[in-house]
C-alpha cells in the first residue's frame, strides 16, 4: 500500500531566474542609451553636459526595473515614451530612416511595459 504524502508533487515549482525577461532587454537597453549619452558628453560633441541628468536617470531606472520597482517602472516608461516622441519627431522633420527604427523599437518596448502582466509584478 503506497503513502500519497511520501509522494513528490506531480509539477516542481518553476525557478525563474528572472520573472520577465522583457524587463531586462529594457533595463539593458536604458544603459546602453545612458552609456552612449555619457560618451557623446565626453566626446563634447554630440550632447551638452546638462544630458547627463538623462543619463543618470536612465542608469536608475534600468536598475530599479530589475529589482521590480514601480517608480523605476513609471520612469522607464516615461523615457521610453519620450524618446518614441523624439524618434518619430526626427524621422518625419529630417526623415532620418534611423530614428524611425529606433522609434518602432522603443513604441513595442513602451507596449510592452503596459501590459497587464508587466505591471502586476512590480512591488
Known amino acids: 500500500m503506497s503513502n500519497d504524502n511520501?509522494?513528490?508533487p506531480a509539477h516542481p515549482p518553476r525557478?525563474?531566474?528572472?520573472?520577465?525577461?522583457?524587463?531586462?532587454a529594457i533595463s539593458l537597453y536604458l544603459l546602453l542609451l545612458s552609456v552612449v549619452i555619457i560618451l557623446g558628453v565626453v566626446a563634447?560633441?554630440?550632447y551638452p553636459p546638462?544630458?547627463?541628468l538623462f543619463a543618470a536617470a536612465f542608469i536608475a531606472a534600468a536598475a530599479g526595473l530589475l529589482?521590480?520597482?514601480r517608480w523605476a517602472w513609471a520612469m522607464a516608461l516615461g523615457?521610453?515614451?519620450l524618446i518614441v516622441v523624439y524618434n518619430l519627431w526626427l524621422f518625419s522633420a529630417q526623415h532620418i530612416p534611423s530614428a524611425l527604427v529606433q522609434g518602432l523599437l522603443n513604441l513595442v518596448f513602451f507596449l510592452y511595459?503596459?501590459?497587464a502582466e508587466v505591471r502586476a509584478k512590480l512591488r
Request: proline fraction near 11%; charged fraction near 10%; aromatic fraction near 14%.
Open 6 to 8: 511520501n509522494m513528490p
Open 79 to 81: 523615457a521610453v515614451f
Open 50 to 52: 546638462i544630458f547627463l
Open 67 to 69: 529589482l521590480l520597482f
Open 113 to 115: 511595459l503596459i501590459r
Open 15 to 24: 525557478r525563474t531566474l528572472l520573472p520577465l525577461p522583457g524587463l531586462a
Open 44 to 46: 563634447g560633441r554630440y
